[in-house]
């Protein structure tokens, strides 16, 4: 099964509620995001899955909003959700390992995409699209498992990550300026290790 399938059946099996990474109101994006981008710039949601983070966006003015996933169904249930603000999104259903960017972003935020990514060659896919896409200067929100928490999510394997990990995998035109850990609750009770970063585009 390829990488796309295998998320077209997560969506279509389990109730986005339910789904491990669900968070009814995602806070950390959200502060993070108030602190680091005006309303009127353009920011990307990377892996935007059926989350909710989009509506209170939405709710909370801004108004240049793109969502990306590898899951049509997952970006659906987003549309179904939204109603009539859906309109107001730009929505791209791609991989962002062969994803070429053609607009500029002022902030960057994938939650839980990156950390996937095992293979060099992926990583450095990412990491070209994130150049291209990612205005000098722009920020970038990335969410990693944490080294200690979870090794596989959805019964794929992933990469943990601490600040300093991940400043070495991102490189030198990448300024750390914040970092947290944070334990995610799962839907079913269960706590996940997350490693939160903030960086500056130079």
């Not at 259903?93 to 960017?101: G, K, S």
Request: hydrophobic share 35%.
């Amino acid at each position: 099964m390829d990488k796309r399938q295998h998320w077209e059946n997560r969506y279509s099996s389990t109730k986005a509620d339910k789904l491990t990474w669900y968070q009814p109101k995602p806070e950390q994006s959200i502060n993070w995001i108030h602190r680091h981008c005006a309303k009127d710039q353009a920011l990307i949601d990377v892996g935007a899955g059926a989350s909710t983070l989009t509506d209170h966006l939405l709710e909370d003015g801004y108004n240049n909003i793109t969502l990306l996933d590898l899951s049509e169904q997952s970006l659906e249930e987003s549309r179904a959700r939204l109603g009539s603000k859906a309109a107001a999104v730009k929505w791209i259903a791609a991989d962002i390992t062969n994803w070429q960017p053609t607009e500029k972003y002022d902030l960057w935020h994938d939650r839980a995409v990156f950390h996937f990514l095992t293979e060099t060659t992926d990583r450095a896919a990412y990491m070209q699209s994130l150049a291209t896409g990612l205005k000098t200067g722009g920020i970038l929100i990335m969410a990693t498992f944490a080294i200690g928490g979870p090794e596989k999510c959805s019964g794929l394997p992933i990469v943990q990550y601490d600040a300093d990990k991940l400043q070495t995998e991102l490189g030198s035109k990448f300024l750390l300026l914040e970092s947290i850990q944070e334990n995610h609750p799962t839907p079913a009770g269960n706590n996940q290790l997350f490693n939160w970063c903030v960086f500056q585009h130079v």
